[in-house]
């Protein structure tokens, strides 16, 4: 009697734990299908899917949240956060057509459901699911893009090279951290075959981003590159070599301004010189602090006179040109205090270091990247931006919550079943 109690027991646990699996899994497909689709060509393609995505991916912050709830654990840290962009809001007087409070509700939103605010077990499987199904897009988005040049197809999105997404600026980053992640999978592989065929995807993945013509982005691509090289493998020294080679060469030419011929799989690139597109929004970022040093001129807003030179008195439209002198302009010193003094919570913590560096270093390189592109692009307050999701969710599955001991199982059986997909 007793071992068929335990027997049902036993199969109940199962049970629950597959349709926990299986609801995990469908929620963080559904967000970043959304998300991965919001910022595609098929909205501008089909335009009437704009609305309606994009309030799908709003929907998908809450369907995160509610899947764990009431099991959400706050995370005192982050008020940090919440705290230097509020009080941004509450000393300025900001003009109705930024939408400040709904944009810094949504991006509140967005932190509470894939970033830091709330842990818990289901939250966290969901985040490192959803992290997986992100990079595992960028690789499919890549490689397609990659083919649709090739077989050359017309280019819909905006700007040199955009593939599949809705613009080069959100494809560069994309190829970027595809090839971080494909490298990554290649040092790690113990198969031959896989190997090289991650090899081969890390390959073309760099070709995307100077395809794109992003600049920002092939400097990330470069910098997150480093971190891959910090460990000892075989070749080392040789693909060392090869990157920045393959830099020096992109950047020496871009800094010569080498006339280029339509062949030139890098003429986007060199065609741009070394002329700095955001100089005119750094001097607005500076001058708005100025204005404003202590708690800047508010969440998610710009000064009233730029906004009209630059829009022609457009509804509220934002362009900070620099995720750092974002952040600074609008927040001020204080705000960007309590936004360093957060990350260092992470960065200078020793599971950080122990877990991130020694076993999913990848990770450290997107974050690499990341602060790079920070440099010249300016979505970190973004809720509707994907390379703003994708930062936070990094910091929402790396971070180190205060109950993280208790569900450490937990993540390192996720981790590893996951990851035995790509071993």
Known sequence: MRDTTTKKTYINRISKSRILNNKTSLIALIFVSIELLNNSIVPMIIRPLNTPLQVALYGSFILIILSSYPKLQFQKKTFL????????????????????????????????SVGPIFSSKTLLIIRHKALQYFLNGFIIITVLSFFYNILGLPNIGRGNFAGLMNQSMVLGPVGAISGIYTFYLYLTNTKIKRKYFFLTIAAISGLVVILAASRLAFAGYI????????KPFKYRVLYAFLIVTMGITVYSRIDEGVE??????????????????????????????????????????????????????????VEPGSGYLMILSMTGVFGLSLFFWYFYFLFNSKRFWKEIFKEETY???IFAFFIVHFIGEGYIYSAGSMLASLFWLMVGVTFPYANIKKRKVEIKIVKKQLESKFH
């Not at 799989?265 to 002329?275: P, W």
């Not at 100089?279 to 009233?304: C, K, Y």
């Open 81 to 112: 956060l919440l705290i230097g962009t509020a009080t941004s809001l509450v000393v300025n007087d900001v003009d109705a057509k930024y939408g400040t409070n709904t944009r810094w509700f949504l991006w509140v939103l967005l932190l509470a």
């Open 223 to 230: 910098g997150g590159m480093v971190f891959l090289f910090a």
């Open 260 to 317: 280029e011929t339509e062949q030139s799989i890098d003429k986007g690139l060199v065609s741009k010189g070394t002329n700095n597109s955001r100089e005119t929004l750094w001097a607005d970022r500076i001058r708005e602090f100025n204005s404003s040093p202590m708690f800047g001129v508010g969440f998610s807003a710009q000064d009233d006179y730029i906004t009209d030179v630059d829009a022609g008195g457009g509804g509220g439209r």
């Open 363 to 365: 990770k450290l390189s």
